[in-house]
């Protein structure tokens, strides 16, 4: 089974950097869409960005130029580094992965990690 396991976040003032990164099971990244999503309590789901097996990307708008989405299969590990960090990018962050779906919709990735918080101060 799957698993997937987020680390990196924290707090930073608002245009610094943060390098989210999230743990998969062996061969993963090579085989699953993976994406980046974040939460915040009362609002909706947002998909920031994904990946897909071969690598192509993509990002939400909120977020490009900013954010850059990679994945080392060799690890199996999948990256989010975050740049000029604004407040409103505050939320928990999840990485989710699915073998068939690779969009930015999060109600079509089957498998998620438990989260990890970003913090970001004016």
């Known amino acids: 089974q799957v698993q997937l396991v987020e680390s990196g976040g924290g707090s930073v003032q608002a245009g610094g950097s943060l390098r989210l990164s999230c743990a998969a099971s062996?061969?993963?990244?090579?085989?699953?869409?993976l994406g980046w999503f974040r939460r915040v309590p009362g609002k909706e789901r947002e998909g920031v960005a994904n990946?897909?097996?071969?690598?192509?990307?993509r990002y939400a708008d909120s977020v490009k130029g900013r954010f850059t989405i990679s994945k080392d299969n060799a690890k199996d590990i999948l990256y989010l580094q975050m740049n000029n960090l604004k407040p409103e990018d505050t939320a928990m962050y999840y990485c989710?992965?699915?073998?068939?779906?690779?969009?930015?919709?999060?109600?079509?990735?089957?498998?998620w990690g438990q989260g990890t918080q970003v913090n970001v101060s004016s």
């Open positions: 989710a992965a699915d073998r068939y779906y690779c969009g930015l919709r999060g109600e079509y990735f089957t498998i």
């Open positions: 062996r061969y993963t990244s090579s085989s699953y869409c």
């Open positions: 990946v897909d097996r071969v690598g192509n990307t």
